[in-house]
């Protein structure tokens, strides 16, 4: 994954730190000429192996995810994932269409609180409003995709998110920028 710093604006950086497992992550969100870019670095253990996973997300000025790429060292494996959408919810892997996708408009990486990011900003939520959609959710760490129902509610509390998806519920701090300060009791920013 390479980047050519020159074309991009640096709109914020965030370093978390995971609180039930030993994971840290760099992320950084960068305005381009054509939409956003997110980028991070993740490291850390899991059971005894130590893991290392980097991504690029690429969206529209509206923050729809129009391109995703992962690489992924566990253990003494590698994997890599690339996926690509129009921005009306159809999306490609390596060329080949994914119709159980069909209708996503975010991505949500399993493993980050960033991708969170995404859907809060396309969303735009005012206090006490809620939206449902499906994302396309990259699966930790064997990066296979599946479609994953989620919903947010912007809570009365400024800055404050309700998550859902299945049995899963977390709140999350996000700042004015709209960046995770704190995603429950799992990531907190440093």
Not at 87 to 98: K, V, Y
Not at 141 to 150: F, I, N, T
Request: net charge negative.
């Amino acid at each position: 994954m390479t980047m050519k710093s020159n074309l991009h604006l640096l709109l914020q950086s965030r370093l978390w730190k995971r609180l039930d497992e030993p994971f840290l992550e760099h992320c950084r969100l960068f305005r381009v000429q054509e939409g956003r870019l997110l980028a991070g670095s993740i490291v850390g253990r899991l059971g005894s192996e130590p893991v290392s996973c980097t991504y690029l997300i690429k969206t529209c000025p509206d923050w729809l995810t129009r391109e995703v790429s992962v690489e992924l060292a566990y253990g003494g494996e590698e994997a890599r994932l690339h996926l690509e959408a129009d921005g009306r919810g159809n999306w490609t892997m390596d060329g080949r269409e994914l119709p159980e996708l069909q209708g996503c408009l975010d991505v949500d990486i399993e493993l980050t609180p960033a991708t969170n990011t995404l859907p809060i900003r396309r969303l735009g939520l005012r206090k006490g409003q809620e939206a449902e959609m499906t994302a396309a959710w990259v699966r930790f760490p064997s990066l296979a995709v599946e479609p994953l129902r989620q919903s947010y509610s912007c809570l009365e509390e400024e800055g404050k998110y309700r998550y859902r998806s299945a049995s899963f519920e977390a709140e999350l701090d996000v700042g004015g920028e709209g960046m995770i300060h704190r995603y429950g009791d799992l990531w907190v920013s440093l």
